[in-house]
């Protein structure tokens, strides 16, 4: 059978344009171009065999595919060539002869060869190609869809003008840190699949769930499927195969709707972000749609982000003081260090910069300079004989977790050489059994340097009495919300509180101090309960440094 040159060569040529812009393997395109030249070559089937490795090669374990089958082949009669693959993975092809009785001449030998090759080719481009998309799309613990494909996905949506069809949620698996602890990360992984393999069976085609990191997601579903969405976010019992045990997975959650001023997948995503970070920070409510207002906060969040470094650098924030008084005397006994930030002429508001500080965990290089500060202050009024008092200094939560906090504030007091009795280091009472035995071990440790501790804004948190029963504070900074109720009256009840806790602080050895102190009636009635030490604006407000100096 003479061989066909001239319609072998077209073929070719007609495979080769088809493979170069196709990178799918069974797109028809290709399937045709591939029909074309098996049957010139007398090629009745293609099979091939991946292996990942040798080793799975010698037990016969890989991936069985067939490229082509157009005819009867001849099972005795076939062109076999295996290729090695990156990292050490083998492809055997098998390319099987038409059952016509009549053998390959030499020409088609090596054309089939040339065929060979040619498909080893582009099935190695072919399998790049989706790892590479595997990579850029996929979260690589989970396989769930990932930021690059919310991005991809979107814009998509905006070029087809039918983003204002959807919805977007952006939101974070409340406290599952404490789920990761109580039942192990590869549980707890498993329980968050869950709940979010639940959420995807809620959404149909054109919804999908992508994993921005750790415990955090967003999700595009169409407007009407809201009801659906919020309620899954609200949260629900989960229970695990093994244990039946059972773990509530809620959610702080942050909702778009798309609108007709969206350009960008970012407009989704920072609208999103924006009233999630406000339902994080919310005691109320832990689901919030956006509204302009919020894009503002989160453009000032952003900014002050941005400015943080340089202030740092140009000490732009200052050290205020607010004196707490010892009652039977009136005699100024300590101070609060408070920090006011001067910028452009202005003083920026703590509310303004310290929730956002805390949130990027700049908060925590704030508390370090607070601390220096304080320290040089203390030293200066040492070295030039004036009086000094027991300074506290404020150190938030999101230090825990840095094995050396201990080290460093030891670092700064001894730098300065501050006797160990001037300082105290305050510490916001902790909501979760995340970080309290962080909170135990710095506190011990402080301990036995003799450096004084205060638990600020006691009776707020969820595990209050916990916390004094299990770390040996000196000092309870109570609330002032046990001062007044919403009339400024203080009701019975928190009156009985208020004596109980001052009466059971006191029985364990620790001092009680009451901020927020603003009248005659509030201190009359914390000396009877046996409070002695005070702050507030009854006393005095927070103080820049030299009129602080002259109180002394």
């Known amino acids: 059978m003479e061989f066909d040159a001239k319609k072998y060569a077209d073929a070719m040529d007609h495979f080769h344009i088809q493979i170069a812009d196709v990178s799918d393997i069974y797109a028809p395109e290709v399937g045709a171009a591939l029909d074309e030249v ?22 016969k374990k890989g991936e069985y595919v067939t490229m082509y089958h157009g005819a009867e082949p001849d099972e005795s009669a076939a062109y076999i060539k295996r290729e090695t693959l990156g990292g050490g993975g083998v492809a055997i092809y098998t390319l099987y002869k038409v059952n016509d009785g009549i053998e390959w001449d030499e020409n088609e030998t090596v054309r089939v060869g040339v065929l060979q090759r040619c498909l080893y080719a582009y099935n190695g481009r072919s399998r790049l190609t989706h790892i590479t998309d595997e990579l850029t799309f996929h979260d690589t613990q989970s396989g769930m869809y990932n930021l690059n494909y919310f991005t991809k996905y979107v ?12 919805g977007v949620c952006y939101f974070n698996l409340k406290h599952f840190s404490v789920v990761n602890q109580r039942f192990g990360r590869e549980k707890g992984t498993k329980i968050m699949m869950d709940y979010i393999e639940r959420l995807e069976a809620l959404l149909g085609d054109g919804e999908i769930v992508c994993r921005i990191g750790g415990d955090n997601f967003i999700t595009v579903f169409l407007k009407t499927h809201l009801d659906k969405v919020t309620a899954h976010m609200r949260g629900f019992e989960v229970v695990t195969q093994d244990t039946s045990e059972r773990a509530l997975v809620t959610t702080y959650a942050g909702y778009y709707l798309a609108d007709d001023s969206v350009r960008y ?17 919310s005691r109320t409510s832990y689901e919030v749609f956006y509204n302009d207002d919020l894009l503002k906060t989160s453009y000032e969040r952003k900014r002050i982000e941005t400015l943080f470094p340089d202030a740092i650098k140009n000490e732009e924030f200052q050290v205020y003081y607010q004196p707490k008084v010892f009652m039977k005397d009136y005699q100024l006994k300590g101070a609060e260090a408070l920090c006011r930030w001067y910028h452009d002429g202005r003083v920026v508001p703590p509310d303004d910069f310290i929730p956002v500080l805390e ?24 070295d ?68 004084s501790t205060s638990v600020d804004d006691f009776g707020v948190g969820y595990s209050s009495f916990n916390l004094i029963r299990d770390i040996p ?80």
Request: hydrophobic share 40%; charged share 30%.
């Open 359 to 382: 949130q990027s965990k700049d908060i925590c290089a704030l508390d370090f300079y607070m601390l220096e500060h304080v320290c040089a202050d203390i030293r200066r009024w040492i």
């Open 473 to 552: 504070w000196n000092v309870i900074k109570i609330d002032k919300s046990f001062l007044y109720d919403d009339k400024h009256e203080l009701s019975a009840k928190n009156r009985a509180v208020l004596k109980y806790i001052i009466a059971i602080a006191q029985e364990m050895g620790m001092v009680t101090i009451c901020e927020g102190v603003e009248t005659i009636e509030q201190i009359r009635l914390l000396k009877e309960y046996g409070c002695f030490m005070a702050q507030g604006f009854y006393f005095d407000k927070p103080l820049p440094k030299n009129v602080f100096e002259e109180k002394l």
């Open 155 to 166: 814009n998509m949506l905006i070029t087809k003008n039918e983003i204002e069809n959807y």
């Open 384 to 451: 030039e004989g004036k009086r000094v008092v027991k300074v506290s200094v404020n150190f938030s939560r999101c230090h825990f977790g840095n094995s050396r906090l201990l080290q460093n504030i030891m670092d700064i007091i001894n730098r300065y050489n501050v006797p160990y009795e001037y300082i105290e280091i305050e510490l916001t009472e902790t909501t979760t059994d995340v970080n309290f035995n962080d909170l135990k071990e710095l506190v011990y440790g402080l301990r036995t340097y003799g450096i």
């Open 265 to 281: 997948p970012s407009d989704l995503m920072d609208r999103a972000s924006a009233a999630l970070n406000v339902a994080r920070r």
């Open 38 to 59: 098996c049957r010139v070559l007398r090629v009745a089937k293609i099979d091939v065999r991946f292996y990942d490795t040798v080793g799975m090669e010698r037990k």
